[in-house]
């Protein structure tokens, strides 16, 4: 049997599997979130080179990476909103953009701390540095332009238009260490193999997947507010159990 | 500065847990939490609107 895909990209059939969704997300997130601690701290063996401090790395690489692809999907939902005029497109690329905006937070703040001890210094103007904050700095526009004009259909069609412009900065934020010449070390685990130890893998890749599922979770939560607030008038909101309570 | 500088070098698992991975928990919570009372807020708005409607719809019929 086929599955009718278009169906969940309605908001009435959405609203629904979002809500049924989030429990099994967030469980996921918080048992990985437990074993990449643990794996983290107490498998993973201390770096020859950088001690405890590179332990910083299983929660600002994810954090980094999930900077840079949340704001691709943002912008992806932002595009298709802007160009298929779909009402729940443009209400995920608001759902995203706080979550995208605390990832680049941590990122940018772990990244601080464990600069001091390695670098001597928490920030530096350098390429990866900077294209990572302007990127913050894209979150917290795409939140404040949407913010500020109170038509929501207008609101999603401006902040489309910044989230697709912007989008080009997250290619600069992954090469900047190989276009330019950066104190920001460039990428361990390649295409082609690694040197890193499998018990730091074991912790960077479940704290990862950890991230993701948190990410998920809790923006599905807020779309589905987003939805409540957007469709109040309409009588399917009006119809649903926790409205009627 | 130099003080701070020594007692991470010092407690290096301390300054990593609370200065990273404390903050970043922290930030998690915040907007669970933040999450959590949109939907609050959003669901009471909703019911009102509903209410005044039905109050308007009996007013109407009466």
């Known amino acids: 049997m086929a599955i009718n895909w278009f169906k969940y990209s309605a908001p009435t059939t959405f609203y629904g599997l979002a809500g049924k969704m989030i429990p099994w997300f967030a469980f996921s997130a918080a048992i990985l979130f437990a074993i990449g601690l643990y794996i983290g701290f107490f498998v993973a063996p201390t770096d020859a080179q950088q001690g405890e401090f590179y332990r910083i790395m299983f929660i600002h690489v994810p954090a980094s990476i999930l900077s840079m692809f949340l704001y691709l999907i943002m912008a992806g939902y932002a595009a298709l909103g802007l160009i298929f005029n779909t009402r729940l497109s443009a209400m995920m690329a608001t759902a995203i953009a706080p979550t995208g905006a605390l990832f680049a937070l941590i990122s940018l703040w772990t990244g601080a701390l464990w600069g001091k001890p390695m670098w001597g210094t928490w920030w530096l103007w350098d390429a990866r540095l900077t294209s990572e904050l302007i990127l913050l700095f894209l979150y917290l526009g795409f939140i404040a332009l949407h913010a500020s004009i109170d038509d929501p259909r207008r609101a999603d069609r401006a902040a489309a238009l910044l989230a697709i412009v912007g989008s080009v900065n997250v290619p600069i934020i992954y090469f900047s260490v190989k276009w330019w010449n950066t104190l920001h070390q460039g990428s361990t685990i390649k295409f082609s193999g690694t040197t890193m130890h499998i018990a730091m893998q074991q912790a960077m890749f479940t704290m990862l997947a950890a991230c993701w599922l948190y990410a998920i979770a809790v923006v599905l939560a807020r779309v589905r507010s987003i939805i409540l607030e957007r469709e109040r008038n309409t009588t399917w909101i009006a119809d649903l159990p926790e409205v009627k309570q | ?62």
């Open chain 2, 1 to 62: 500065m130099i003080s701070l500088d020594i007692w991470m070098r010092e407690n290096p698992l301390t300054y990593v847990w609370f200065g990273s991975y404390a903050v970043a928990l922290l930030i998690f919570a915040i907007e669970i939490a933040m999450v959590k009372h949109k939907r609050k807020i959003t669901l009471q708005q909703v019911r009102l609107m509903r209410n005044a409607g039905d109050d308007a719809r009996d007013e109407g019929i009466a």
